[in-house]
């Protein structure tokens, strides 16, 4: 079975809790399957995540940004998804192109059209098979984001994102949103200020009846 399923969502909509549950379900099962994320993914990825998500003493503007996530991303097919489905996996990933045009579309407010072409610029012919979206109120996702990084001692802060203003974060959740309309076939909107376990659950269902198909 390869396909690409992606987890998509606001900061603390509960992308990466929930991926490895799934991760853990699909083991079960006996399904092959890899856990990636972007940015980071690759080894130059994970370079790039230090640069994008956190706070660094120098400016990174809008377009700059674009082209990072971009440069990520290319990497990060070429070296490990796109060689996953070729082995057969089932490839689930922590954020992909719809993420780009939910932040730097709708949120930093660049040429929509524009995002698209880069898009299948940095993946060609690899469109996600299924996307979940983990839907929520902003402020529930950015006091859960925030609670973790003071929690987490060691984990880097990655908090560039979480600094913005909740405007920003209400045009990205409103860009996903729209993103679903356009493409409802694609994606599963699932209600995430539910518990963990509930929403695993409704995760669980996707997938048996994604790969059932
Ligand atoms: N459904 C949930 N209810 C309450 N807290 C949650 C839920 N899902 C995740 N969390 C917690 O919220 C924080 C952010 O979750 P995380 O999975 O890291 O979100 P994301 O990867 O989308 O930013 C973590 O501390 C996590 O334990
Ligand atoms: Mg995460």
New binding site residues.
Partial sequence: MKALITFE?I????????IRMAGEYLGNQKIPYIITEEPGGSPLGKKIREILLNQEPYLIGARAELLLFSAARAQHVEEVILPALQAGKLVLC?RFSDATLAYQGFGRALNIDFIKTLNDFSSPSLKPDLTLL?DLPVKIGLS??R??IT?VRNSPREDRFENEELAFHRQVREGYLSLVKEEPERFRVID?S???AT?HREVCRYLASFIRR
Avoid at 12 to 18: A, D, H, Y
């Fill in positions: 969502g900061e603390g909509c509960g992308k990466t809790t929930q922590d983990f859960r984001a609670d973790r929690r995430a539910q518990d963990i929403i």
